[in-house]
């Protein structure tokens, strides 16, 4: 310890002083391009809640915050194997409805919360018709179909949890249920499915619908992380659809151009 | 050791004058955001005059209407993309008069001739952009894959060896627009190439069956409609191999870009 002069002290060391400095310099550096991040991003958060209207405002910027900015970067790194675990997202399961009157996402969380909520939807499909299949109530599956399930199942799981690290990265809860206002039509469409042929049309929906409005994201939001994440998923819920397409005997590319009319709204959210 | 170089005087000038720097930043940058706040907001793409429906359309992604705001990059960009389409036209072109091909599997000759047209107009969308960008047509096929397919082609022999070429061509171009959209700065070319690279990954995810289909000696699968309790159980997966699509084989945006 070294005695200061002038009466001021210095309580540890210069070898730790400058170690403490260094580390000090690396964080501020490691800091200011995410307070840069969250500063550009609460700057249009005020211009958007200045000049919000009702209805389709929630299909802005996906990231507020310098945590979901962060998350969104780390994305493609932690999430790019193709059979990762789900994130415990069950057949029916189901996250509560806040119950207050303000949703817990709002703004550009509200879309990711729809991402992550119609991941959840597919992945909770895929294991219902998993189920229902070998319970025997879709008569003979072949073994192709259970392949693709599965498969598709695993993409979805994966999909999910690089969403769901984008809202717990901007403190907001994970989704691990479906809080989607179609969920109880979309089980009941499920439970009414006798054939191989029934699930694949509603999968097909479910992919079609997943792949457009990660197509209608990636051109409506700003962030480098949350565009290249959207556009990464994109190809591949399309993908799944072809696949369907190829099963149900329906010609597997029929867009030149994918369209977005079948983009799901964040209106669907129930939280 | 070197406890005795220490000026703590000048430290706790230096910590003072940090600290200061520190406080004036933060009052600076929250009176900025404070003033942002208060402006008047600028118009988003919802506000914009009729923009959501134009938007919301399909291939007509690069309308009359639209405001050029594409830069240099984005249009080296769009004649990559034009270039890798024409190469693909090009290839497909050739493997249709094949007689393999063209006396073949029905459903095989008539995918590529959909496809062909899907490459065509995918080659028209990018000119147009790149035209009403400023810059120029690309109607040559881009030239590094150009030499490749100039080094395959004599060896193209079967069915198998056609779908493969293809394959290279589609995970190419799917692969490059798929980055792209996080490149260009122009957000309708974002919608541009979000897009297309969809529709070259169902390209590829057909052409993965297909060839898993032809190596396990089932070609008679491949039909449409096909007979789905057939079907070997790796049909099922081998059309997605990735979770995230990947853009590590993406092409430069300069690699096809008119010189």
């Known amino acids: 310890m070294s005695a200061g002069t002038g009466g001021w002290e210095l309580p540890i060391s210069e070898g730790e002083l400058s170690r403490l400095t260094r580390d000090l310099d690396e964080a501020h550096r490691e ?39 962060a998350a969104a970067l780390t994305l493609a790194a932690c999430s790019s194997s193709g059979t990762k675990n789900a994130v415990g997202v069950g057949a029916s399961s189901s996250t509560s409805p806040s119950g207050s009157s303000g949703s817990v996402y709002t703004g550009d969380l509200q879309v990711v ?63 691990t249920g479906v809080p989607l206002s179609n969920q109880s039509a979309t089980l009941k469409a499920l439970g009414a499915a006798t054939t191989v042929g029934d699930v694949a049309k509603l999968a097909l929906e479910l992919e079609n619908q997943a792949a457009q409005t990660y197509l209608f994201a990636a051109y409506n939001v700003s962030s480098a992380g949350g565009i290249a994440t959207a556009a990464s998923i994109a190809p591949v819920e399309a993908m799944h659809a072809a696949i369907l397409n190829f099963v149900l005997g329906q010609y597997p590319v029929p867009d030149d151009f994918l369209p977005v009319d079948k983009a799901a709204s964040p209106t669907l959210l129930t939280v | 050791m070197g406890e005795e170089h220490l000026d703590t005087r000048l430290l706790a000038e230096l910590t003072e004058q940090s600290q200061d720097l520190n406080s004036d930043a933060l009052r600076i940058t929250r009176d900025a955001l404070t003033d942002f706040g208060q402006q008047e907001p600028a118009r988003r793409w919802w506000q914009r005059g009729g923009t959501v429906a134009a938007l919301a359309g399909g291939a007509a992604l690069w309308g009359a209407t639209r405001a050029t705001a594409a830069s240099s990059d984005d249009i080296q960009a769009l004649q990559t993309a034009a270039s890798l389409e024409n190469l693909a036209v090009s290839v497909y072109t050739t493997a249709a008069g094949l007689p393999f091909i063209k006396d073949g599997n029905k459903t095989v000759s008539a995918f590529i ?47 198998a060896d056609v779908v493969n070429l293809a394959l290279t061509l589609e995970d190419t171009a799917a692969q490059t627009y798929t980055a792209y959209v996080s490149k260009v700065t122009d957000v309708q070319l974002r919608k541009l190439f979000g897009s297309v690279a969809p529709v070259e990954a169902q390209h590829r995810s057909i052409l993965l069956a297909v060839q898993a289909l032809l190596a396990g000696n089932m070609a008679d699968l491949i039909a449409i409609p096909t007979d789905p309790a057939k079907l070997p159980a790796a049909a099922g997966s081998v059309g997605f191999p990735d979770a995230f699509y990947p853009t590590k084989n993406a092409s430069p945006i300069s690699e096809g870009a008119v010189q």
């Open chain 1, 31 to 69: 800091y200011l391009p995410l307070m840069h991040a969250a500063a550009t991003d609460l700057g249009e958060e005020l211009r958007d809640t200045r000049s919000a209207q009702p209805g389709p405002a929630s299909r802005r910027r996906f990231l507020l915050g310098a945590g979901g900015v």
């Open chain 1, 113 to 175: 919360a729809l991402a992550t909520a119609l991941e959840n939807q597919a992945v909770g499909a895929y294991t219902a018709t998993l189920a229902a299949a070998k319970a025997g109530k879709l008569g003979t599956v072949p073994p192709a179909v259970g392949t693709f399930a599965t498969t598709a199942m695993a993409q979805h799981a994966d999909h999910a949890k690089a969403w769901n690290a984008v809202l717990t990265g901007a403190g907001k809860p994970a989704i």
């Open chain 2, 113 to 159: 001739a959909k496809t062909t047209t899907q490459h065509q107009a995918h080659a028209q969308a990018f000119n147009a952009a790149a035209t009403q960008a400023g810059g120029k047509a690309q109607m040559d096929p881009d030239p590094k894959y150009a030499a490749i397919v100039k080094q395959m082609l004599p060896s193209i022999k079967t069915p």
